[in-house]
């Protein structure tokens, strides 16, 4: 693309918003020409605002950004919005940009399981993207609201596509061992997780439940693959591992778990949305995280569950990237090829 398209990033400040900054600083298609976040930081420069928890160096014309309100008539009119604000206000905050006219990319839980607002994992359900012909029609504007999933969900999702895709599911039991980062900065306090596993993560079992089967399902009709899950908060800076338990519809063996090329060539789309490891112990967090610059999701320990009478195995991913900020930037990315922002 020759003309960037300018974005505004709702909630900058935050853990995640600083991550969606840091993708878009340089990202061919984008420009970021708008930070926004809470009272406490509106008219400072972004650069100040964060402070001594920037991850990376950011370019000036990022870092020396004024903090507004994330609110649509404080802005300059960007071509889109990515939202990292909390859950507790993002519904309204978001809804308000839309009907501005403004596409909304969010990576909050708010609006995920609206009916006419796509949750949209791009390798998995890109089809899911036409949903926001039907949402402009209702809103009667040009602005919609794309959701990304949980991110325990989007790891869970793009390892199961393809067993989906062969040989159906009927049903999946999910045990997730999740970072710290995915609870937000400050976070989990040191002293409730040095040594120590959480076995309880608010919303979040029911997230990955419903979640699942509407990534997974038409766009009329959810999935219907009984899904229970088990959420862990463990002591690792960045990355969701998953033990993955599926009874597929028809028989599937270890052999036949297929490896799924790349096939959206957008900028932030990996080469190997999954990759499978055949070590006897991989994935692991500190080895494989990062791969694919964080959007790709490692299996491995592919092998027959027999209680289920499918496969089981373990799924690794980065919960800041193709948990968050990554698959929403992606998001925005497909549907501008698919021609549905304006």
Not at 50 to 55: A, D, F, L, M, Q
Not at 158 to 171: M, R, Y
């Amino acid at each position: 693309m020759v003309n960037k398209r300018k974005v505004a990033v709702l909630g900058a400040t935050g853990m995640m918003g600083q991550k969606f900054v840091q993708l878009l600083a340089h990202h061919p298609w984008f420009e970021v020409s708008a930070v926004a976040a809470s009272d406490k930081s509106v008219g400072k420069e972004y650069a100040s605002s964060i402070g001594s928890r920037k991850e990376a160096n950011l370019p000036n014309s990022v870092a020396e950004l004024v903090v507004t309100e994330p609110k649509p008539q404080a802005l300059d009119d960007p071509d889109i919005a990515f939202s990292a604000l909390p859950a507790e206000v993002a519904g309204p905050v978001e809804e308000d940009f839309a009907k501005a006219g403004m596409p909304v990319f969010s990576n909050a839980s708010s609006h995920r399981m609206d009916p006419f607002v796509p949750l949209l994992n791009p390798e998995v359900n890109p089809e899911h993207a036409e949903m926001v012909e039907e949402q402009k029609r209702r809103m009667k504007t040009d602005g919609f609201i794309v959701a990304n999933p949980n991110c325990t969900t989007a790891i869970l999702t793009l390892s199961l596509k393809p067993l989906q895709d062969k040989f159906g599911i009927e049903t999946v039991v999910v045990s997730s061992m999740q970072a710290v980062s995915g609870a937000g900065y400050p976070g989990v306090a040191s002293l409730d997780i040095m040594q120590n596993v959480i076995p309880f993560i608010r919303n979040e079992e029911e997230k990955v439940e419903h979640e699942t089967n509407k990534i997974l399902g038409t766009l009329s009709k959810p999935a219907g693959i009984t899904v229970s899950a088990s959420c862990n908060r463990v002591p690792t800076l960045h990355g969701h591992m998953e033990a993955v338990f599926a009874k597929t519809r028809s028989s599937a063996t270890p052999n036949e778990i297929i490896r799924t090329p790349q096939q959206l060539k957008l900028p932030s789309a990996p080469e190997h949305p999954i990759i499978v490891r055949d070590e006897e112990d991989r994935p692991q967090t500190r080895l494989d995280v990062d791969e694919g610059n964080g959007m790709t999701v490692t299996v491995g320990r592919v092998r027959r569950d027999p209680a289920l009478n499918g496969v089981k195995y373990m799924a690794l991913g980065h919960n800041l990237i193709r948990g968050g900020a990554g698959c929403s930037i992606l998001n925005a990315e497909l549907l501008l090829a698919k021609k549905l922002i304006k």
